[in-house]
C-alpha cells in the first residue's frame, strides 16, 4: 500500500486544451479519494496521468515516495476499473480473475489463493465457474473489481465504475465496494460525476472544476463549510439555494434584505466575519433542508418569513416546496404532514444557524 503525490501537475493535450492546470494533492496511505466534478473537469485525465496511461506535460507524481514520471504503467503497480469493464467473454470468471496474475508468471497455487480470497470479499465464490454472459451486470462489475484486488496493487484506481448500472444497483454496489475498501484497506483514487457517490465513498472528496481543484475536505466540511460558490452548489441535493440579497448595516447588527423586502437577521456571531461585505450585494445561500416550516425549536437565529408555493413536489418522506421571490426560485423542505397549496401564502423558517455568505464578484464563500 502506499501514498500518492501530485505536486504542480499538468496535462495540456495536443492543440492547446489545458485539461488540468497545475493540481497538487496529497493523498494518504489506506485513505478513499473520490474525485468529483462535472463532465470535462479532468478528472479522467488526472486519473490516467496517476495510472501513466497519459503522460504529464509537467509536474511530478509520486507512488508510494517513489517520482513514477518516467515508470510505464505496468510497472506502477497500480490496477484499474473503468466504466467498461472488458471482461474476456469466452474465459471462466475464475480465468478472468486469474489473467492478470496468469501473463506475471504466478505460481498456480498462489494464484487460486488469491483469486479465492477476492471472491470471497465479493461474495462471488458460486460464479467463478461461469462464463460473462451467465452473469448480471452487478456480478460482472464484481469480477471486474475482483481482478484488481487479485493483484494486490499499492493503488486501487476507479474511472466511473457505476456508472452503466441502474439506480439500485448503483446504489448496492456503492455499498459493495465501501465494504471492499473497509477489508483490503488499499489506498483508493475513484472518479465520478455523482456527488453522493461521493460523499457516500470518500474519506476525502476533491472537487474539481475546469482543471483546477476547488476544495479538498472530508464529506462533512464540503457539506457544513464550502469554500466556494461551485462546491456550494455541487455538493448536496436538492442543491443550496443562492439568493441574491443586499447586505445592510443597522444599529450594530447586520441583516439581509432579499427580493420581495424579505429582511432577516444575521447571527450576532457572524457580525465580524461578514462585516466586510456590509453596503455589498451578496448570494445568501441556504440549503433546501434549512428552510422549512415553522417549527418549536429553542435555538436562536431562526427567521420566518411567508411566501406562496408554485410548485409542490410530495417525496413521501418530506415535500419540496418551490417559490419565487421576485423570479428567484428558492426550493424548501418541509414535513409532509404541513398542508401547502399552490398559491397560498405559508410561513417558512430559515435556519440561519446554516447560512452561507458569497461574495458574488470573487465567488468565495465568506
Ligand atoms: N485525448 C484528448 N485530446 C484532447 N483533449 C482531451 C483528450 N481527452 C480529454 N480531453 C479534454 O480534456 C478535458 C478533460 O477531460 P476528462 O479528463 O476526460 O474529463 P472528465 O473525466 O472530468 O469528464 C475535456 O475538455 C476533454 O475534452
Ligand atoms: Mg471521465
Do not use: W
Not at 492478470?100 to 494464484?111: M, N, Q
Not at 454496489?173 to 465501501?178: A, H, L
Not at 423570479?327 to 418541509?334: I, S
Amino acid at each position: 500500500m502506499a501514498q500518492v503525490s501530485l505536486r504542480r501537475v499538468v496535462k495540456e493535450y495536443e492543440g492547446g486544451v489545458q485539461a488540468v492546470k497545475g493540481i497538487d494533492l496529497e493523498i494518504a496511505d489506506e485513505e478513499f479519494v473520490v474525485l468529483v466534478g462535472p463532465s470535462g473537469c479532468g478528472k479522467s485525465t488526472t486519473l490516467r496521468m496517476i495510472a501513466g496511461l497519459e503522460e504529464i506535460s509537467s509536474g511530478e507524481i509520486a507512488i508510494g515516495g517513489m517520482v513514477v514520471n518516467d515508470i510505464p504503467p505496468r510497472d506502477r503497480d497500480i490496477a484499474m476499473v473503468f466504466q467498461n469493464y472488458a471482461l474476456y467473454p469466452h474465459m471462466t470468471v475464475y480465468e478472468n480473475m486469474a489473467f492478470g496474475l496468469t501473463l506475471r508468471r504466478f505460481p498456480k497455487d498462489e494464484i487460486r489463493r488469491r483469486v479465492e480470497n477476492a471472491a470471497r470479499i465479493l461474495d462471488i465464490g458460486e460464479l467463478l465457474d461461469r462464463k460473462p454472459k451467465a452473469l448480471s451486470g452487478g456480478q460482472r462489475q464484481r469480477v471486474a473489481m475482483g481482478r484488481a484486488i487479485v493483484r494486490d496493487p499499492k493503488v486501487f484506481l476507479f474511472d466511473e465504475p457505476l456508472s452503466n448500472l441502474d439506480a439500485k444497483l448503483r446504489v448496492q454496489m456503492r455499498v459493495e465496494i465501501k465494504k471492499v475498501h473497509q477489508t483490503v484497506r488499499t489506498t483508493t483514487v475513484y472518479v465520478t460525476h455523482d456527488q453522493v457517490e461521493a460523499m457516500t465513498l470518500a474519506d476525502r472528496v476533491v472537487v474539481m472544476n475546469q482543471g483546477i481543484i476547488e476544495q479538498v475536505g472530508t464529506p462533512q466540511e464540503l457539506y457544513h463549510r464550502p469554500a466556494t460558490r461551485f462546491v456550494a452548489g455541487f455538493i448536496g441535493s436538492p442543491a443550496m439555494n443562492m439568493i441574491p440579497a443586499r447586505l445592510e448595516n443597522g444599529a450594530g447588527a447586520l441583516r439581509l434584505r432579499l427580493p420581495g423586502d424579505i429582511v432577516l437577521p444575521v447571527p450576532a456571531e457572524r457580525t465580524q466575519r461578514y462585516a466586510p461585505l456590509a453596503g455589498g450585494e451578496v448570494l445568501f445561500g441556504i440549503r433546501p433542508e434549512h428552510l422549512t416550516e415553522p417549527k418549536n425549536l429553542d435555538r436562536p437565529n431562526i427567521a420566518t418569513f411567508e411566501a406562496a408555493p408554485e410548485v409542490i413536489e410530495p417525496l413521501g418522506m418530506e415535500t419540496l416546496v418551490i417559490f419565487s421571490l421576485q423570479g428567484n426560485e428558492v426550493t424548501a423542505r418541509l414535513d409532509p404532514a404541513v398542508p401547502a397549496e399552490r398559491g397560498r401564502k405559508m410561513p417558512f423558517a430559515a435556519d440561519l444557524n446554516q447560512m452561507h455568505l458569497i461574495e458574488p464578484r470573487t465567488g468565495r464563500v465568506l
